[in-house]
């Protein structure tokens, strides 16, 4: 099972590479199961042709109970693919990573992977904090790999780095690690030069390079995927590309 937390600096555009790839995966016959770990919850929408799975801790809130069974928090979205969202507490009160934990816990408690028998699970965390409730994706048990999702942007680099730091520093736990980078292009000035340069300074793979496009926009004002869209698009080979690097590198055992 190949199980991936995708991390970024915030609006860098993680939602929109997790649910290409996660339509990508299915597009390659794999079974998917994607877990959106943000309290806005809009990870999954444009596999869900923009209508929204109820929160995990929405429904908790709503009915002041555990739901019994996955479909009660979860959706099938484009491709087969598994939607789950967890949600966060009411703003302005609680802690959301205490919510991805929360989460998590029942996920387990409903043999989710058990009962979906999944090849792929895709989480898509939010913004850059690797602490805790947001580290939850990195344990064992969850994700195997992280991919920092970044721009040659100065803050999304600075963001970038700290992931890499921090999931560095949780290797003695038997964490995840850092499998590489996607770069998602802003079109700046020597953008693909400071990319390479600070992965290469780090000793990370550029696992993919997503180009600004236009039919991206296009497509998720329609609430899909580019995959779904077209996907004999040239963005969307990019997409099916990387998601057979990924999985090929799954099927190798991670050897290099």
């Known amino acids: 099972m190949l199980k991936i937390a995708i991390y970024g600096k915030g ?5 929109t590479i997790t649910s290409n790839l996660s339509a990508a995966f299915s597009k390659l016959g794999k079974r998917v199961i994607q877990i959106g770990c943000d309290p806005k919850a809009d ?12 929160p995990v801790m929405n429904y908790i809130r709503e009915f002041d109970e555990d739901p019994e069974q996955i479909e009660d928090i979860s959706k099938i979205g484009f491709g087969g693919v598994l939607c789950i969202e967890t949600g966060g507490p009411t703003p302005g009160l609680g802690c959301a990573g205490r919510g991805i ?6 996920l387990e408690d409903l043999g989710l992977f058990e009962r979906f028998k999944p090849d792929v699970v895709l989480y898509d965390v939010l913004g850059d904090v690797v602490c805790g409730g947001f580290a939850a994706p990195l344990r064992a048990g969850y994700a195997d790999e992280v991919i920092i999702v970044t721009s040659g942007e100065k803050m999304a680099l600075y963001a970038a780095d700290n992931i890499n730091e921090a999931v560095n520093n949780f290797a003695d736990r038997s964490y995840a690690s850092v499998r590489g980078i996607i770069l998602n292009r802003r079109d700046i000035v020597d953008e693909e030069h400071k990319v390479r340069s600070f992965a290469a300074e780090r000793n990370l793979e550029i696992i993919g390079d997503v180009p600004r496009n236009d039919d991206i926009t296009r497509f998720e004002d329609m609430g899909k995927t580019v995959i779904e869209g077209d996907d004999s698009l040239p963005i969307s080979k990019i997409f099916l590309r990387i998601a057979r690097v990924l999985w090929e590198h799954e099927e190798t055992g991670y050897e290099e």
């Open 11 to 15: 609006g860098i555009g993680k939602s």
């Open 101 to 106: 934990i929360a989460t998590f816990s029942l």
């Open 43 to 54: 990870s999954t929408f444009n596999l869900l042709g923009g209508n929204p799975v109820q």
